[in-house]
């Protein structure tokens, strides 16, 4: 089976940083799209930044230019860098990746966890 877990959450103040780490385990043929999303309380989740195989990227306008999302494909890792933090990206942040079990196979989304990010003013 394949397994997503979210890490590098936390609390930190207004304009200060943080990396979020995603990590993809299990039986892994091959992982299209690695994206996060983020969910703040009352809200729908929403897409933040994604990334392909193809190494395309695209970000929500909300934080083009403050956030990068990048992939390490020896890891089967999604990372998102998060700069000039804002005290509305405060929200649980999750991964999605596609990913296809075996040659040949459909692919199917998986979601990790989450994990809380909080941005004090």
């Known amino acids: 089976q394949v397994q997503l877990v979210e890490s590098g959450g936390g609390l930190v103040q207004a304009g200060g940083s943080l990396r979020l780490s995603c990590a993809a385990s299990?039986?892994?043929?091959?992982?299209?799209?690695m994206d996060w999303y983020r969910q703040a309380p009352g809200k729908q989740r929403e897409l933040v930044a994604s990334?392909?195989?193809?190494?395309?990227?695209d970000y929500a306008d909300s934080v083009k230019g403050r956030f990068t999302i990048s992939r390490d494909n020896t890891k089967n890792t999604v990372y998102l860098q998060m700069n000039s933090l804002k005290p509305e990206d405060t929200a649980v942040y999750y991964c999605?990746?596609?990913?296809?079990?075996?040659?040949?196979?459909?692919?199917?989304?998986?979601w990790g966890q989450g994990t809380q990010v909080t941005v004090s003013s």
């Open positions: 990334t392909t195989s193809g190494g395309t990227t």
């Open positions: 999605k990746a596609i990913i296809s079990m075996a040659a040949g196979r459909p692919q199917y989304q998986y």
């Open positions: 299990g039986n892994i043929f091959s992982i299209n799209a």
